[in-house]
Every structure is written in C-alpha cells, then in structure tokens.
C-alpha cells in the first residue's frame, strides 16, 4: 500500500524558464540509469526478495525514496517549460538566435505533455523495463545497485555543470547527496554479504561445476602486454586464490565443424568450390 504526500522530498524550483535544459534532465527522469529505472529496480527486488527481511526493507525505503525523485524532477521539468515560448520554435529556422535558445526544446513537451515532463531520456526514447535488474540474488543485485547509482550520480554530475540556474542546482545538489549515501549503502551491505557468502556470486554454485583451472586467469588477447603491470595481480583474488597473467592464451575448443543444413533451409550449397 503506498500514500502520497504532497510535500517534495527537497526544493525543485528553477530560477527561470530553460526548456533546452528541461530536454536535458529528462536523462535523469527516464533514461537508462534515471531516477524511474532506479525506483523500478529496487522495488521489484524487494518485491522479489524471500528471507533477507532487513535488505527487503531497505530496498522498499529506497524504491520508495526513488519515486519521490521522480516528482521532484518531473516538477522542475514543468516549471522549467513555464512561461517558455513555444510559438517560437517556428521561428527558429528563421532566426538563428532564436535557433540557439529555442532550437533544441524537446517539441513533445509542448505537443504531447502539455508543457509537462515525460517518461522518457533526453532523446525522446521511451523508457524501458529492460532497463532494470532484479534476479532474486541480493548481492548480485546489490552489485547492479551500485553502478546504477555511479552511472547516475555521473549523469547529474554533468548536468550541474551544464545549468547556472541556482534553484536548479540546488535539487541537483540533494540528488548528488543521495546518490552518495545510496553507492556507500549498497557498498556497505555488497561487503556485509560478501563477509557471508563469498565473494563470487551465486555462491551455492557447486565446485564442480566450474573448470577452476581458468577461474583466475587474466588472458592476453590484445596487442600489447600492459596489462601484466597491473598491480593487483600481484595480490590475492577477492576470493582469496592467486590470479595468474597468460600472456599467449591457447585455444582450448578445437576447430568447430557444422553438418551442413537440411534442404528445406534452403541455405548456400556445401562444398560450391568443388563442384
């Protein structure tokens, strides 16, 4: 059961009208690392978490939270469009100053939103479910969590450099706050499990499953031997086992070769050069 609360989590007030820059933050609305993926991602791992009752409920919190981002960006989107002069952007072929503050409006605010923000990224493509990440393994999960709040907390990043606007980077400034406190959040409890279960995840994958003898390799296949100064190399693994550099790695599989296709498939001839 959700409530709304008309109050917004923080201040989403812009200082002036700037539709171009309204067209921009609706990367963080619906792109793929935006604020609905985020919401989405986490409500449905806590929708889809068995056991784990704290982990459930953080991520029921921070879904929540992430939904309250939403309006806040959907409403400095709207007031950013207030007062904007749409009519204008017919005018922008005409007048290349106009072109220059006009020309790159998002024209589905104006014509499909009604001056409002919609559920898409700053080129217009509509959000997509596939966006988000919930497999049942909370430290996999977690993982996805935390590059989902990096690539973010970049993209807001980069938006605050793009606006002068003091009330727009005043929002910006609380969303790059959460995204701090969410990638310590995810890495906090990423190191909690990792404590219980293992570094590797799953962790309930039998031994015998896996051809261990390729587990730590790092394999060479790019011009150039680099990548054998690494440092970490040096070390133990997360897992605690010991890396090993292969710096001309041998093909394991053999030359593959495929029965030719029946003839109903109709596909090229076998053996043409022969003929």
Do not use: C
Not at 250 to 265: F, N, R, S, T
């Amino acid at each position: 059961m959700f409530f709304h609360r008309k109050e917004l989590q923080f201040h989403a007030k812009p200082d002036r009208p700037d539709p171009v820059f309204a067209k921009k933050l609706q990367e963080i609305l619906g792109g793929q690392f935006g604020e609905i993926s985020v919401a989405m991602q986490y409500m449905f791992q806590g929708w889809n978490t068995r056991g784990n009752e704290q982990y459930k409920d953080m991520l029921m919190d921070t879904g929540t939270e992430e939904f309250g981002h939403i309006e806040m960006i959907a409403t400095m989107i709207a007031q950013l469009l207030d007062d904007a002069p749409v009519e204008e952007q017919e005018e922008a072929a005409k007048n290349p100053v106009i072109e220059s503050i006009m020309g790159d409006m998002n024209p589905q605010h104006a014509i499909v939103s009604g001056l409002g923000a919609v559920p898409k990224d700053s080129n217009g493509v509509p959000w997509n479910a596939g966006y988000i990440i919930a497999s049942g393994n909370v430290l996999s999960d977690f993982r996805a969590n935390l590059n989902a709040e990096s690539q973010g907390r970049l993209q807001v990043a980069r938006l605050y450099e793009m606006t002068e606007d003091k009330g727009v980077r005043q929002m910006l400034s609380f969303l790059l706050a959460r995204d701090t406190m969410h990638q310590n959040q995810w890495a906090a409890a990423i190191k909690e499990l990792e404590q219980k279960e293992g570094f590797t995840a799953p962790s309930t994958v039998p031994a015998q499953w896996e051809a261990t003898e390729f587990s730590h390799q790092l394999m060479n296949f790019s011009e150039g031997e680099q990548s054998a100064n690494l440092n970490w190399l040096k070390d133990k693994a997360p897992d605690g086992q010991s890396f090993e550099y292969v710096s001309e790695p041998k093909a394991h599989g053999g030359k593959p070769e495929l029965k030719p296709a029946p003839d109903y498939m109709h596909n090229t001839l076998p053996n043409m050069d022969k003929q």
